[in-house]
Every structure is written in structure tokens, then in C-alpha cells.
């Protein structure tokens, strides 16, 4: 099969003179992750003996890899494409176990002693209740246990607490089933005290799950009380960058009749089979490659003996926006760095580094990291300068409060937000709103124009404001009152221009309704004067022969300014068209036209 396997990855890339930059990420062994899908609908269709052979080899193989590559002695694997789905199969697996009747009488026999199950306060959002939807229990089967506060780290889940509570729940009797720990949270990779939390298990009689950035556990000191753990789960594919590969829950358990009952097992081969996109990479990686992989990872943090993620944010001061415009900006300036924005309930908006999740997918090396740090050294002393000059770009606004209107945008970063208020009164609402529609996109257009640094913008994507001209960030030695007095004075040249071309089309409009009377006027004079026997087509021709009509040509002149249409007579046969306006020269105007009269 690897192989098989190789020959088609090199048959595509020689197809490919210039492979995407996407394809060059995945890899070869993401190559194969994505081949294994393929492979397994083929193999499908083998015989049922030969599949089973099969399907039992390549589940073993896995699990005895995963096994000896976490240090996880004498565990079975379970591997599922919900990574919440081993958790919930252990859980019922905990409950077959610790209610001998639960087989025979189910969820009644759970009345009579209320199973509970413990989490952190870090662990993931809504983890705790979807166990309890798919478990079939209640609510108050969940206890939350609160992290450090005083002593101790503030992510850390307080072990002395989860002890009393415990006592509590056992008191009122209750039955503790199941703890989840934090290898590695979530939002920020902190790392519960594994080892006095498997004690304490023991000491109740407690199932002890670890989920989290468990792939960093081989390099740290807690890796022999993770090892000690009752279950954890995996998620390879995104340590490895291995598209579409299953997460994993590795376990410990005896008794494979209550494995199979809770679903850790399976005896349908099919199922086996998705184990194979990740048996594939395994093999091509080896175990040197993946240690090595993990490896680099953590090694862009600088710090192999704290958690392999990196957290910061702006200033604790600043709006939540700001953290989260750094982060955007970050990500669209240095995006094979993999920086993302996150919301932590007790930090807030923070940019969080975790090449841990993005390293293997996006190639990110160390000069990334520098890159990362230049610009953010760079960004800062901007954002800086720019909450600085807030309040003066504010008052300065509120000073043009005849034409400009300060807007309130919380989560824009830059210096803030103006809309420009043309003088609409007795306009109806429709026509106001289109002229200011107009008006701010004008001049948006024309700031843009301005030979500066300043960034000007329709503001944020998803934005609540319209019609609104967002500043970006300055640096220190902007002009705030110059700002604002070219954006006012830019929008007064428009709305005065727009007014002239108002006025301007309306005078046209009648100029030529007048002419088009005048016009029909003189035909009906031409009518009178000729006759009607000169308006007839063969007749008119063989009398206008023999007796000529000596007629004037009557030209016409158009004055914008005055808004009025002049008759001029030519006595040529040439009509020489004389257009004037008179708009930026209306004293000279009786003296320009009275060439034209004579003429």
C-alpha cells in the first residue's frame, strides 16, 4: 500500500509543473492522509475474510503506534471524527462499569445514586452539556470546579476545592464518576496538576480523562501523570497537519464486553477502516518524524517547559476591538505564522500564537516568528500614538458640528469615525438619504486620493454605522485639526458642487422645454408663410424650382447663467453654433454677446 501510495503522490506532482501553495503545506504525508480515504472505500469491497484480516491489522498497528508514542502502556484506541465523541463513549463505558445493573435495568438504576461528572471552569464551552444531552442525565450531574484565584495559577483547576466538593457530593450520596483534566486548555494551553488529581481519583475511585494539547506531553516533566491517566484524547491531525484525519481516545480497560457495549469497539470491519488515513502518515512519518515535528512546534515558543502557546493582547485598558484588529492585522501581515484571535472570559480579546495547531499546515519556521515580532513591534507604537490622539480627533469633530458628526465605534482601532451632514432641510427623508449616501462616498473617495499614510475605510465589514468615514491609525506627529478641516472642507466643496450641478440640470431642463416651444412656434410660422402646397413632397419641390422662398436661417444660443434661449439670424448658409456660459464671467456677458447679435 505505501507503495502503491508513493507512486501516486509523484504522478500528481508531475502533473503539476507549479503545485499551489496550499498542496505544498499539506505534504506528502498529507498526501496520504487524503489518499487513505480513497484506499479504504477500495478495500471496502474486499471479501469479508480478507477485509477482516485487514481492518484488524491496520486498528492494531495504529493503536500500537499511538501507544508507545505517548507512553500510554496497554491502551486501546477508539477513533472518531467528533473529537467530543470519545468522551461521551468513555463516559457510558464508566457507567456500565460502576452501575453493575445498568445493562439490565438502564437509567433507573442511576436514581438511586446520582452519577457526577467534574470539569474545569477552562474547559472547553460546552463540553460539560453536550456530554449530559448524549448521556441522558440531568444537569446537576455536572460539577463545574472553579480554577486558582489566590494561590496558584488562575487557569490551573483547584485541587482543593475538587476535594471538598467530592466530599460534599459523596455526603449527599452521590456517586463521583468522572473527572476531565487539561493537558493544555483550550484558549490559553495551561496544564492542570495531573499528578494530584490522579491521586485523588484514586482515592475515589474516579475515572481520569485528559484532553487538551496532549501532543507536547512527551517533551514536558508531565508526561509520566498523564501516562497515569484512565483515557485522553488525541487530535493528530492537527499536530501533524494531517487533513481529514480522525481524533483519537486512547483507554484503559479490561473488559472488552463493556467497551463494546459503551461503542469504544467495534466488530463491523468498515469501522476499523478510519483508522487508515492516520496509519498511512504514521508509517511515512515514523516515529523520529513525528517526535521531530512536535518537536519544532514547540520550539518556536522558546520555552519547552511551559505550555506551547503564546498569549498577548494590547493593553488590559484598551477595548476588546483592539486586540482584535492587532490580531487581524497580524494574520494578513505575516499569515504563515498562524496567529489568531481568541476571546478568554477572563482576559478578553487576546492574539494567541500556537504553532502546535498551525505549524505542520502552514510551514511556519523561525523566521516567521522574527517576521511576527517585527511587526508587532512595529504596530504598537502606532496603536499607541493613535489611542492617544482619540480624544483631540474627537473634540475636533465636535468643533465642525455644522457639517461633521463624530461617530461611536468601540471596536474600530483607528482614530475614529465621521459622517459628513449636507443641509437638507425640506428634503424629504428618501432624497436625504441619498444625498448623504452620495455625499460620504465622494468624499471617502477623495480622502483616499490625498497623498497620505492615513488609511481611509467604509470601516469594519460586519459594522453597525453607515455612510460613515473611518480613519485609521496615525502616527504621532499628525495634524488632528488639519485632519479635520480638509475632511470638512472636502465635503463642502461637494455638496456645493452637487448643488450648482442641481441647479444647473433643472436650468437646462427648462431651456429646453422653451426651445422646443419656439421651435413648434416657427414651424407653424413656416407653414403660414409657405403654404401648404410648398409643404407637399413633389408639388412643394417643382414650385420651390420656379419660385425660390428667400428665408432667414434662425439660430439659437443657450445662456446657463441666465437660463434663457436667444435667436440669432444668419445670412449664410453655414450654421455656426456658438455655445456660451456665462456662469464664471457674468459682467462680461453683454459685451461677449454682442458679437453674436450681429453676427
Known sequence: ILHLVHNLIHEEEEKEDKPSQQMQNVGEQGHMALLGHSLAAYISVLDRERLRKLTTRILSDTTLWLCRLFRYENGSAYFHEDNRDGLVKVCRLVINARYEE????????????????????????????HLCSQLGLPLSSLCTVPCNTIFGSQHQMDVALLDK????????????????ANAGTPGAGHTDKLGRLKDLCDQYSMWLHVEGWVSSL?????????????????TPGQWLGLPAVTAVT???????????????????????????????????????????????????????????????KFSQEMSAGKGLTLGEQLARLVPSSGVEVVELEDEGT??????????AVLGTQQEDVEDLVEKLMELVPVMSSTMCLRQDFREETHRHAASLRYIEELSWPGLGAVRYQPQTEGVDE?????????????????????????????????????????????????????????????????????RLLENMTEVVRKGILEAELQLQKANEEKLMEEGVLRQLPLVGSVLNWFSPVQSSIKGRTFNLAAGTVYCVYIQYIHVYVYVFITMQCPAEKPALLKPLQQR
Not at 487576546?350 to 505549524?359: D, G, H, K, Q
Not at 473611518?470 to 506627529?477: A, K, L, P
Open 102 to 129: 445498568y445493562a439490565s435495568e438502564g437509567y433507573a438504576v442511576l436514581s438511586s445514586k446520582q452519577p457526577v461528572i467534574y470539569q474545569s471552569a477552562s474547559s472547553r464551552p460546552g463540553l460539560g452539556q
Open 350 to 359: 487576546c492574539v494567541r500564537f500556537s504553532p502546535l495547531l498551525t505549524a
Open 250 to 312: 486512547l483507554y484503559r480497560h479490561e473488559d472488552p464486553a463493556l467497551s463494546l457495549a459503551a461503542g469504544l469497539t467495534s466488530s463491523q470491519p468498515v469501522e476499523k477502516l478510519r483508522a487508515l488515513p492516520l496509519w498511512l502518515s504514521l508509517q511515512y512519518l515514523g516515529h523520529n518524524g513525528i517526535v521531530q515535528k512536535i518537536r519544532q512546534a514547540t520550539a518556536l515558543v522558546e520555552d519547552e517547559h511551559s505550555s506551547p502557546v503564546v498569549l498577548f
Open 218 to 234: 512527551p517533551l514536558q516533566w508531565i508526561v509520566l501523570a498523564a501516562t497515569r491517566s484512565d483515557s485522553m484524547t488525541l
Open 430 to 498: 428618501n432624497r436625504r438619504k441619498q444625498e448623504l449616501e452620495k455625499i460620504n462616498t465622494e468624499l471617502l473617495k477623495k480622502l483616499q486620493e490625498l497623498d497620505t499614510d492615513i488609511v481611509f475605510s467604509t470601516g469594519p465589514e460586519f459594522g453597525t454605522e453607515e455612510d460613515c468615514i473611518f480613519v485609521g491609525m496615525v502616527t504621532e506627529d499628525v495634524d488632528v485639526p488639519e485632519l479635520v478641516d480638509t475632511i470638512a472642507a472636502l465635503g463642502r466643496d461637494i455638496e456645493e458642487s452637487g
Open 165 to 180: 466538593l467530592i466530599k460534599e457530593d459523596v455526603e449527599a450520596g452521590k456517586l463521583p464518576l468522572l473527572l476531565i
